[in-house]
């Protein structure tokens, strides 16, 4: 169900993705009624020049008055801009990647705009906005998808801090993957799984004709998450497919 919710929201993300943008109207039941609508659990959905790698650093932290911070830094494509702000040691990013030259089109390239992207650092609070949970992700594209499934993890299917970050992943992925093109009209894509993904998730996709197939356990983010749980103590947990990282409390 994840998978198909994941190839509608990303249906017309290149018209619809840019600063300013309504979050209001994209969420309107009457507008998202035919992505929805599209939605077929007995069959893989179909979804309307490639950059390079960048890199991107994820941290959180709930501190012991229950304040969280969720923090994302990204160089985005390559070593970003190659600037520095002044002798602070700061990298720009070159997130500008994601404009449009498209004269009219939403995310043209203009003064005083800020480009789409995928950066995804959450905080889940509860109603009454206390604070639950802060999460996030590095992963190109695939930081939505992450994102989405550490929190269906946690807040539908109650996994533990642990169980949400080190359970198998799927990404949605282009054919020729160069970290920012999924989305990018006429390119094909393919569901990719870690090689610890439930056999049944494996032979439920194939069944509905998605094509598919297996990456290296850097390709699906590196995630963390912390969360106050039920009974008010701190439980976190740091990507095990981090080569550094960790969760620490004190």
Known sequence: ????????????????????????????????????????????????TPSFDGDTTYLCVIDGNGMGVSLINSNASGFGAHLVAGSSGIFLHDRGLGFSLQAGHPAEYRPGKRPPHTLAPALVTHPDGRLRTVLGTMGGDAQPQIVLQMLAASLRHGRSAGQAVGRGRWRIAPAVDTGFSTWSPGVSRKVELEDHVPQAIVDALAARGHEFGTAEHSQFGHAHLIEITEHGSLAGAADPRALAGAATGF
């Open 1 to 48: 169900v994840l998978v198909e919710a994941a190839i509608q929201a990303g249906h017309d993300r290149p018209t619809e993705l840019f600063d300013g943008a309504d979050p209001v109207r994209l969420l309107d039941a009457e507008r998202i009624a035919d992505r929805r609508a599209a939605i077929d659990l007995g069959r893989a959905g179909e979804v309307a």
